[in-house]
């Protein structure tokens, strides 16, 4: 990694986690594998931001650590990548294994529990979708059918405010970075 750490994927530890790696891996790998418009690649770490606000807003006054937990909800993806749902499948369930491997690692690295309690967890996963439905319909090329025959109707109340604005990576890293101090801070 950047900072210096090395990393075993196959057997990961929290000591070997550190958020600078995390922001900057996601803030360079690119979701939709590229195919979006404008003049930068919408990261993971664009998407992790949008999904946390999206939670918030979805569940007002949630606890800081569960926030911390959408945030993180693609961490694993700073060093195996973005890869869509087909590929995932394809690759079969050592891909989640390994997944869920770097997920534990990097929820305990910052105080949340390995394994996200399962509300939280859909919650999230709601949110999650709802940031897709506007990647889709925004930047990525979907009619607002396309995006619900995959994603789900989202809620208007929680799409019609968010507008998506693709930026450089380091200002997305900077962002990522900021959020999850802020979000730390909460925690205490």
């Known amino acids: ?3 210096g750490r090395r990393l075993d994927l196959l057997d990961p530890t929290p000591v070997d986690i550190e958020i600078e790696d995390i922001a900057h891996g996601l803030a ?4 939709w594998n590229g195919q979006t418009r404008g003049d930068y690649p919408y990261s993971v770490a664009e998407h992790s931001l949008l999904v946390e606000e999206i939670f918030s807003a979805m569940r007002p006054g949630a606890p800081a650590k569960w926030r911390l937990a959408a945030l993180l909800h693609d961490a694993p993806e700073y060093v195996i990548g973005d890869m869509i749902s087909p590929v995932k499948t394809a690759v ?3 891909y989640g294994a390994l997944d869920d491997r770097l997920a534990d690692a990097v929820h305990l690295r910052f105080g949340l529990p390995a394994v996200i309690p399962a509300t939280i967890k859909r919650q999230i996963k709601k949110a999650d979708k709802v940031s897709a ?3 889709a319909t925004q930047i990525a090329g979907f009619s607002i059918t396309e995006a619900n025959q995959f994603f789900g109707t989202p809620d208007d109340t929680l799409t019609k405010s968010l507008k998506i604005v693709l930026r450089p990576p380091v200002a997305v890293r900077a962002d990522f970075t900021r959020r999850h101090a802020v979000l ?5």
């Open 1 to 3: 990694m950047l900072s």
């Open 184 to 188: 730390l801070a909460e925690i205490g």
């Open 133 to 135: 439905w506007l990647e």
């Open 92 to 94: 079969g369930p050592g």
């Open 28 to 31: 360079f790998v690119a979701r």
